[in-house]
């Protein structure tokens, strides 16, 4: 029996067509490579040692290029960065961009051998517990609820050091040959997926609610980067997770009232991570992710793409496409249909603002992705709404 859905997705791609490579022309088109895996450590708040890692893709183009972060979900965290946010790493780079995937690692034993943490190992509870006695949380166990720290999520803390400390090795890189001639640090995006939108977001302006002070109060640091022109956010988070805050009674801050740099969300009918839906403790609803773009400055340069598709799944803003495929009620080539409506999206947003590139600037405050997707994928511009093909 064909499904609803399928019968959607026909109808989509009978009106998209031949169409699906002229989403948006980037303009830059290259191929690219990737480097050796760089290893990094440093000393995070607890004075551990932290180990991360990272891998430039970089293009066939000449003369130093804009500069994308990629930082992955996921609350478990990945030991090697070569499948960190690997189809939007290679994606990144075919409009010219050099593209860095982070991997974020759990925190583990140390290995002897080395002096370092070990990455794969065994979980460490111990160095977890030195980083809540650092952020000042409590990390009692509690068999009926998550405690404080577990709440905070270690990884939530460290995501945003580690890419912190990743733009740092960037920039001395960029210092000599041979990334001096493709490295651009003075055009530089941060772009994540879930979590790792939360780790961007906060390189970008964002304040979140980590640890707290002595006197016990909340401490709300801000942990933006000045290097940091623009942000990609795939599958934000809203409030009230990942340290994320709205206003409240006397209490008229909230956590996205100080973004002030271009600022790129995308999501969709199917992005919904709460287990189960009818009540959300561990996730967010695709509506609670749109709120994080509602809460933005009117001020600030804010872009919204909203998929109306339950076809969008969490892992396909993840670039995992075969997530996709999987799906027995999608037809396959539906997959690449949307996954294109994101590749066009971020191409366009991102040479607007690290490019000045005017034809994706016309993209963007057109909304022409709407006409192009028969109105199920509905943008939000500057000033401009674009729902359900209505301009």
Known sequence: MTTVRTLVCLVLLAAFGQ????????????????????????????????????????????????????????????????????????????????????????????????????????????????????????????????????????????????????????????????????????????????????????????????????????????????????????????????????????QSNQSWQAINIPTLMLTGDGDNTCSPRGNCIGGDSPTTRKVAFELLPPTTQGYLLDVVDSATSHSLFGGNIQSCYDDPGVVPAHCDVMTDWLTGSIHAFLDAWLRDHQPAMVFLNQGLITGLTGGVAQWTAPDLIFIAGFQ
């Open 19 to 250: 169409a699906r490579a002229q989403v948006y022309t980037p303009a830059v088109t290259a191929s690219g490579t990737d480097s050796a895996v760089f290893d990094h450590h440093y000393t995070d708040i607890s004075g551990q040692t932290r180990l991360i890692a990272f891998v430039i893709r970089y293009p066939d183009v000449a003369g130093p290029q804009p500069v994308v972060l990629l930082s992955h979900g996921g609350g478990n965290g990945l030991c090697s960065p070569i499948g960190a946010l690997r189809e939007w790493r290679f994606r990144t780079t075919q409009a010219g961009y050099v593209s860095v995937s982070v991997a974020h690692a759990p925190h583990y034993d140390y290995d002897s051998s080395t002096g370092l943490p070990g990455c794969p190992g065994q979980a460490d509870p111990a160095s977890v517990d030195l980083m809540c006695q650092a952020l000042n949380v409590d990390n009692t166990p509690n068999p009926d609820e998550r405690n404080e720290c577990e709440r905070v999520g270690i990884i939530n803390w460290d995501r945003t050091q580690d890419l912190t400390e990743v733009i740092g090795q960037l920039q001395q890189l960029a210092s000599s040959a041979p990334w001096d001639t493709r490295l651009d640090m003075d055009r530089l995006a941060v772009a994540g997926h879930s979590g790792g939108a939360a780790g961007a977001i906060s390189l970008g302006g964002a304040i979140r609610a980590f640890g707290r002070d002595d006197m016990g109060d909340v401490n709300y640091p801000d942990l933006s980067h000045p290097l940091v022109d623009a942000q990609v956010l795939l599958s934000p988070a809203g409030s009230g997770r990942l340290g994320f805050y709205d206003t409240g009674f006397d």
